[in-house]
Nanobody, 127 residues
Framework: QLQLVESGGGLVQPGGSLRLSCAASGFTLDHYAIGWFRQAPGKEREGVSYISSSGRATKYGDSVKGRFTISRDNAKNTAYLQMNNLKPEDTAVYYC????????????????????WGQGTQVTVSS
């Protein structure tokens, strides 16, 4: 059974940093692109970042470019989202998702069926 588990969320002050982890079990991530998404209360889910199976290709949402960095360690079967200079508007539940794409990333943020989703981790940015 394909499972993803996020961790690393929490409460941080504006300007602070957090690193989220997305650990896979039941399958290996080698042939999967990993995406990070977030959903704030009362808002639609938003695409944050994608990374290809090799790590060579990445993309970011406009609201996080220059502040967030996605990475992966296939040997550890884990992907990461480093979030710097956090803002109150980054407050949301963050989810990771896996989609079977070898060395490619989805062109669009939506319209794709992902093979696995995590349960989400809360990130709250507040003073």
């Amino acid at each position: 059974q394909l499972q993803l588990v996020e961790s690393g969320g929490g409460l941080v002050q504006p300007g602070g940093s957090l690193r989220l982890s997305c650990a896979a079990s039941g399958f290996t991530l080698d042939h999967y692109a990993i995406g990070w998404f977030r959903q704030a209360p009362g808002k639609e889910r938003e695409g944050v970042s994608y990374i290809s199976s090799s790590g060579r290709a990445t993309k970011y949402g406009d609201s996080v470019k220059g502040r967030f960095t996605i990475s992966r360690d296939n040997a550890k079967n884990t992907a990461y989202l480093q979030m710097n200079n956090l803002k109150p508007e980054d407050t949301a539940v963050y989810y990771c998702a896996a989609i079977e794409l070898v060395d490619m990333i989805p062109i669009q943020w939506d319209g794709y069926v992902h093979d696995a989703w995590g349960q989400g981790t809360q990130v709250t940015v507040s003073s």
